[in-house]
T-cell receptor, first 116, second 114 residues
C-alpha cells in the first residue's frame, strides 16, 4: 500500500460537529491528495498539497480545509460536518506531478465517514 | 472541463476469455492516460500508463490501447481469471495539468465468472 495510512478507517459523527481525517505517508513523497468517492460520481479531488504548507483547492473543496505541517502528514478537516459529506475519503500520494510528469498516484485504503 | 465515460454497468465475462473495458473522453486530448484497479473496501491501485504518442502498452496479461482520434482507450485482460474481478478506473492527465490535473472516470465493475 505504498506506505500510506489513513485514520480513522471508519467514523460516524453528527451533523454540525468538526471532523479531522489524517493521512500519514512513509514514502517522503512531495504531493498528497484528498479525494472523496461516491456512487455515481467516482473519485473527486477535494484538496491537494505540493509541499509543506503548500496546498490548493480541488473540484469539490467547499466545506473542507486541509493542513500540511510536515511532509508525512496531510490532514483533512470538515469544520461543520453535513450529511452531504457522508462518503469514502481517500488519500493519495505521488513523488512527481509536475506538468510533464506521469507518475501514478498511490492510494490509502480510505476512511468511511457517516454524518448522521 | 474534461468528461470521462466508462461503462457504468457491470461487465460479466467467462473465465479464460478476454475482457475489454472502454474509456471515452471528451474535449481536449490528455497527455497520458492511466488505468487503476479497485477492490471493495480498498483504494485504487495503479496498473498501467500510456502516453498520447503510444498506441499500445502491455504488462503481463494486460494491454491498453490509446486512440486520440476516437478519444478512446481500451483496457484488455486476456485469459481472464475470477481474481481479476474488480472495478477498473481510467484517469486522464491534461497537458500541463500539474499537481491537480488527474481526472478519474467512475469505473467499470468487471465480474469474471468461473
Amino acid at each position: 500500500d505504498a506506505g500510506i495510512t489513513q485514520s480513522p478507517r471508519h467514523k460516524v459523527t453528527e451533523t454540525g460537529t468538526p471532523v479531522t481525517l489524517r493521512c500519514h505517508q512513509t514514502e517522503n513523497h512531495r504531493y498528497m491528495y484528498w479525494y472523496r468517492q461516491d456512487p455515481g460520481h467516482g473519485l473527486r479531488l477535494i484538496h491537494y498539497s505540493y509541499g509543506v504548507k503548500d496546498t490548493d483547492k480541488g473540484e469539490v473543496s467547499d466545506g473542507y480545509s486541509v493542513s500540511r505541517s510536515k511532509t508525512e502528514d496531510f490532514l483533512l478537516t470538515l469544520e461543520s460536518a453535513t450529511s452531504s459529506q457522508t462518503s469514502v475519503y481517500f488519500c493519495a500520494i505521488s513523488d512527481d506531478r509536475g506538468p510533464i510528469s506521469n507518475s501514478p498516484l498511490h492510494f490509502g485504503n480510505g476512511t468511511r465517514l457517516t454524518v448522521t | 472541463s474534461q468528461k470521462i465515460e466508462q461503462n457504468s454497468e457491470a461487465l460479466n465475462i467467462q473465465e479464460g476469455k478476454t475482457a475489454t473495458l472502454t474509456c471515452n473522453y471528451t474535449n481536449y486530448s490528455p497527455a497520458y492516460l492511466q488505468w487503476y484497479r479497485q477492490d471493495p473496501g480498498r483504494g485504487p491501485v495503479f496498473l498501467l500508463l500510456i502516453r498520447e504518442n503510444e498506441k499500445e502498452k502491455r504488462k503481463e496479461r494486460l494491454k491498453v490501447t490509446f486512440d486520440t482520434t476516437l478519444k478512446q482507450s481500451l483496457f484488455h485482460i486476456t485469459a481472464s481469471q475470477p481474481a481479476d474481478s474488480a472495478t477498473y478506473l481510467c484517469a486522464l492527465e491534461i497537458p500541463g495539468g500539474g499537481a491537480d490535473g488527474l481526472t478519474f472516470g467512475k469505473g467499470t465493475h468487471l465480474i469474471i465468472q468461473p
